[in-house]
């Protein structure tokens, strides 16, 4: 029995914890620290690097359809080609609306978006109207269509550098979608023969047209963009009426119907600018810009 002694306890011996005995804690520490933020760089890093799929899809698809319009119009197929360029124009202003609803805008976004505009609403509106219409012009035609392109192309240049300071209810000159719409509304109409044009005057027509949306797209007129409507709210009964029988409209005869909105859109500009003159306001676009400079 003398030979026989009871174990202290470790912590009745006031013995730390072997933890903090070792001084493992203390060591391992600045390790989990270390870990967590290499993985925080990791992925800031990838979030850099990666693009949101949802938004970046709508714009692949719209421009997707600006290179089959140019491919149909090529072969001669010049209704489908105009009907592929309003297909594209219902998914850019999709691809806007997604972002902003899911958060998910980006740089790329930004850009990407551009450039498939400059396809689908610049180069592809133009070739079309070329192929189908402006060809027996000779020179002029190709003039035509190269003013429309140009002006495409300076409008898209001029969105990007003024996206901060121009007022967002207007746009600066004729959006780029909407003289598409102009362009190849008038080539769907002249090849179902649903134009009262002679065909003699048809290719001057279409001329002055291309020559028409180019210029305005690159002009101060004032066009309204619509982005102010949210469609999260409330609207009344009758709207929805009108709604419905606008598109009945459009689905009984769509290449009259679109290209009428369209020609009344594409004067609306300079029209409520000479109602802003006649009242004695400035133009809302312009008189923004301005003070923003200042």
């Excluded at 551009?114 to 070739?127: I, K, N, Q, R, T």
């Excluded at 500009?269 to 809302?284: I, K």
Aim: hydrophobic share 50%; glycine share 8%.
């Amino acid at each position: 029995m003398n030979g026989f002694r009871f174990r202290r306890s470790r912590q009745a011996a006031g013995a730390r914890p072997r933890a903090f005995r070792h001084g493992a804690s203390a060591r391992k520490a600045p390790a989990k620290i270390g870990d967590t933020d290499r993985r925080m760089t990791r992925r800031q890093f990838l979030k850099k690097r990666s693009i949101y799929l949802l938004p970046n899809a709508f714009t692949t698809a719209a421009l997707f359809c600006g290179f089959f319009a140019i491919v149909r119009a090529m072969n001669g197929h010049f209704d489908h080609a105009a009907i592929a360029i309003f297909v594209a124009m219902v998914l850019d202003g999709m691809d806007g609306r997604v972002a902003r609803m899911t958060h998910t805008q980006s740089a790329f976004g930004e850009q990407f978006d551009s450039l498939s505009d400059m396809v689908s609403f610049g180069v592809a509106p133009a070739l079309v109207m070329y192929e189908g219409i402006l060809h027996d012009l000779g020179r002029w035609g190709w003039m035509a269509a190269f003013i429309y392109c140009a002006g495409a192309a300076l409008r898209l240049a001029r969105f990007n550098t003024n996206i901060a300071v121009v007022d967002k209810r207007f746009f600066q000159g004729l959006p780029s979608p909407s003289a598409a719409a102009l362009v190849a509304g008038f080539v769907w109409l002249a090849t179902n023969n649903h134009l009262p044009i002679k065909g003699g005057w048809l290719p001057w027509a279409a001329f002055a047209l291309t020559i028409y949306a180019g210029v305005t797209m690159v002009s101060n007129a004032p066009f309204y963009s619509g982005k102010v409507f949210n469609v999260r709210h409330r609207i009344p009964f009758v709207v929805t009426l009108l709604i419905v029988l606008l598109l009945l409209f459009i689905a009984s005869y769509p290449p009259l119907t679109l290209f009428s909105l369209f020609v009344l859109y594409g004067f609306s500009g300079y029209v409520f600018w000479a109602y802003q003159v006649l009242r004695g306001r400035g133009n809302p676009v312009r008189a923004r810009a301005t003070s923003a400079d200042q």
